[in-house]
């Protein structure tokens, strides 16, 4: 009995192959890092893939840096999927959730928003790359509270 792959198992078993993180800096473990992350996309794969999964790598280039990324905090509202969400690393998009993570006094933290947000995503499209930014600034704000 021959059989042919299954296409969607395939193209899933490939995709932590396209992903890669690059390393431009040393992050030093001692402290608490905001980092913003463009493009959004539909379903923001790139940044689940590269801060909530090992399929860049993250821990062996980033060592003693546990990231966690912002998610639309609805998602946090539904009993039993906000614990599934919190055990991979995401954090609500709540101003009181960035302050919990970059204010822990033994850093290691890697606070990563997704700028564009929601609208980026809704506004996504293929070989387009366009760049939220007009009413979406909280996050410099965060940035300056916590240094």
Same mark, same amino acid.
Request: hydrophobic share 45%; charged share 15%; proline share 7%.
């Given at each position: 009995? =021959?059989? =042919?792959?299954?296409?969607?198992?395939?193209?899933?078993?490939?995709?932590?192959?396209?992903?890669?993180?690059?390393?431009?800096?040393?992050?030093?473990?001692?402290?608490?890092?905001? +980092?913003?992350?463009?493009?959004? $996309?539909?379903?923001?794969?790139?940044?689940?893939?590269?801060?909530?999964? *090992?399929?860049?790598?993250?821990?062996?280039?980033?060592?003693?840096?546990?990231?966690?990324? +912002? +998610?639309l905090?609805?998602?946090?509202?539904?009993?039993?999927?906000?614990?599934?969400? +919190?055990? $991979?690393?995401?954090?609500?998009? %709540? %101003? *009181?959730?960035?302050s919990?993570?970059?204010q822990?006094? *033994?850093?290691?933290?890697?606070?990563?928003?997704?700028?564009? $947000?929601?609208?980026?995503?809704?506004?996504?499209?293929?070989?387009?790359?366009?760049?939220?930014?007009?009413?979406r %600034?909280?996050?410099?704000?965060?940035?300056?509270k916590?240094?």
């Amino acid at each position: 009995i =021959a059989s =042919a792959p299954c296409p969607e198992v395939t193209a899933l078993t490939h995709v932590p192959s396209l992903v890669q993180l690059v390393k431009t800096a040393e992050l030093d473990p001692r402290q608490n890092y905001l +980092m913003g992350f463009h493009p959004h $996309g539909v379903l923001a794969v790139g940044a689940f893939l590269n801060f909530c999964t *090992e399929a860049s790598g993250f821990s062996t280039i980033f060592p003693g840096i546990t990231p966690y990324l +912002m +998610m639309l905090s609805l998602w946090f509202r539904v009993p039993f999927f906000r614990d599934y969400l +919190m055990s $991979g690393g995401l954090v609500s998009s %709540k %101003k *009181e959730s960035a302050s919990h993570v970059l204010q822990r006094p *033994e850093g290691g933290n890697l606070l990563v928003i997704i700028v564009g $947000g929601a609208q980026e995503a809704l506004d996504a499209r293929p070989g387009s790359y366009t760049l939220l930014l007009k009413n979406r %600034k909280g996050f410099v704000r965060v940035a300056i509270k916590h240094g």
